[in-house]
């Protein structure tokens, strides 16, 4: 992806808040004119009232600069204000987006991807695409007009020390140049890292009675601190150019107002200029360097955005592996029979997990599938609602073949107890009717009963209203599975798959 690819990608984002960013736009206009007048102001209060000594001067400059800086005040807030909306606005926007676009993403794309990578995603990294957007949009426009009015006005002073101040610029350009390449490479390092650190904590939170069981606390925190200290070296070399840009800018600048000195100065003594104009050529001078001084910084910012951005786009692009046919029609209700057809599956294209199979299972029948561990069974199951893709043959249910249904007719239908339980941190009555929130108090009782849960719940401190906590870490592994039996016999699906759905449960 190009860089104008992507900046014409985040044009698209932004566009829906035009309106506001053009009031911003306007504000910042105003400011950077502000920023004029007032360097203008020095030259009257210098001639006007220390030379001349004039007193209607001395009366309406003080009124001039209360009203100059309180309109540059009122246009600096809207313009601030408006840009941090637009830029949370935008945030808020990708954050959804990523969010719906992984949620869509098949089986395989989260066995590849870590869930910390993932979460530093949408979490940092929009917020370096944000950061970046603002930053170049002040940078445009505030600090273009801002350097354009004083630098009209520095030559609209004194022309020729104007471009003697100008011998100093081809040396600032290269620090920025050179600098934003490195931030840009570091950039991109430094987030990898830091989905690296996220990917431990995720692991070792969630795993933590692991870790403490086989005394691994030593060992994980080595882990962590190999990580963060990875994480600390890349960002400390980033700071090294960071730090050095301001001063290093500061300094050319201070070699261009010698030169104004010099030069300027002799102008003033031989009585070609007045100290007026001097005073006010070189604080417009110094205010039109600010904005160039902070190019560095904000191109810093940019790099760093372009390069987040490129990672959300690259995974905004990753296409679901399983999709909807393009002529994808809905499945009507399952009515008599599934058929497995010389069905084959490969997890990595090289070994067969499923081969051959060939197997019928009529409506209101119950099929027990019994193997050894790693046999394929739980693989079968993920078949059947298309959590994986067949690698040959073929699934019909009542004579259709299942890839060319819609998925979502197709998993309305099936309801499923998985191996390993996954519940939400909810209450016990969102979770069992997670797959049908307008379940009625009836109907969720009549589910927990059915999957002999209502005894253990009607014990819990709050019945119904019981948070779970996460992954249901509250309850017994057998109160889990439970759990996840009612949500599925809720569901009310013509499709039951228990996968050992009774693993954790006593044999009563
Ligand atoms: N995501 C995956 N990627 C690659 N290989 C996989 C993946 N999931 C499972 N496998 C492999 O596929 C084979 C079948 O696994 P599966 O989970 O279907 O077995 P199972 O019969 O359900 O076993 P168990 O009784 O232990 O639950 C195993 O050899 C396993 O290593
Ligand atoms: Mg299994």
């Not at 829906?16 to 009031?23: A, G, T």
């Not at 870790?211 to 601190?225: D, H, L, S, T």
């Not at 998993?411 to 941190?425: E, G, P, S, Y």
Request: some cysteine.
């Amino acid at each position: 992806m190009t860089d104008k690819e992507i900046i014409l990608r985040l044009y698209g984002k932004i566009s829906p808040y035009r309106s506001k960013l053009i009031i911003a736009m306007v504000a910042m206009i105003f400011v950077a004119a502000f920023t004029g007048a007032q360097a203008y102001l020095v030259k009257d209060l210098l001639d006007k009232i220390f030379m001349e000594k004039n007193l209607f001067f001395l009366k309406l400059l003080p009124v001039i600069v209360v009203v100059v800086f309180f309109l540059k005040g009122i246009a600096y807030y809207i313009y601030t204000y408006l840009l941090e909306q637009v830029g949370q606005s935008v945030i808020r926007d990708f954050r959804q987006e990523i969010f719906n676009h992984i949620q869509e993403q098949s089986l395989s794309f989260f066995t590849s991807m870590p869930t910390g990578t993932l979460m530093s995603r949408i979490i940092s990294d929009v917020t370096l695409m944000q950061s970046a957007v603002s930053n170049a949009l002040v940078a445009v426009v505030r600090d273009f007009f801002q350097v354009v009015i004083l630098l009209g006005l520095v030559f609209y002073m004194n022309w020729k020390l104007a471009m003697f101040s100008f011998i100093v610029l081809p040396v600032a350009v290269y620090p920025i140049v050179k600098f934003g390449r490195i931030f840009r490479k570091l950039s991109t390092a430094t987030q990898e890292e830091t989905a690296n650190v996220s990917n431990i904590l995720h692991e070792t939170i969630t795993g933590n009675r692991i870790v403490k069981a086989f005394c691994k606390e030593q060992y994980e925190g080595q882990r962590f601190w190999d990580r963060v200290s990875t994480l600390y070296s890349i960002t400390i070399k980033a700071a090294k150019y960071r730090c050095m840009q301001h001063p290093l800018m500061e300094y050319i600048g201070g070699v261009a107002i010698a030169l104004i000195i010099w030069f300027g100065g002799r102008d003033v003594i031989e009585g070609n200029s007045t100290p007026g104009t001097f005073f006010a050529f070189l604080t417009a001078l110094i205010a039109a360097y600010d904005p160039v001084k902070g190019v560095t910084r904000i191109n810093a910012t940019i790099q760093q955005g372009l390069a987040a951005a490129t990672r959300v786009f690259e995974l905004l692009d990753t296409e679901p592996e399983i999709q909807d046919k393009e002529n994808a029609r809905e499945l009507p209700e399952f009515s008599s029979l599934i058929e497995f057809k010389n069905l084959s599956f490969s997890y990595d294209n090289k070994v067969q997990v499923l081969h051959k199979i060939n197997l019928k299972v009529p409506a209101g029948e119950a099929l027990a599938i019994v193997g050894p561990s790693g046999g394929g069974k739980t693989t079968l199951t993920n078949l059947i609602p298309r959590f994986l893709d067949i690698s040959d043959g073929n699934i019909f249910i009542d004579d259709i073949d299942i890839r060319n249904v819609t998925l979502k007719s197709l998993r309305n239908q099936v309801a499923m107890v998985t191996q390993q339980t996954i519940l939400f941190n909810d209450t016990v009555r969102n979770n069992i009717a997670y797959g049908d929130q307008e379940a009625t108090d009836e109907e969720i009782r009549d589910a927990a009963s059915a999957a002999h849960a209502l005894g253990f719940i009607e014990d819990l401190p709050d019945g119904f209203d019981t948070s779970i906590g996460e992954g249901g870490a509250r309850l017994s592994g057998g109160q889990r599975q439970r759990l996840s039996i009612a949500r599925a016999i809720l569901k009310n699906a013509p499709i039951l798959i228990l996968d050992e759905a009774t693993s954790d449960l006593d044999t009563e």
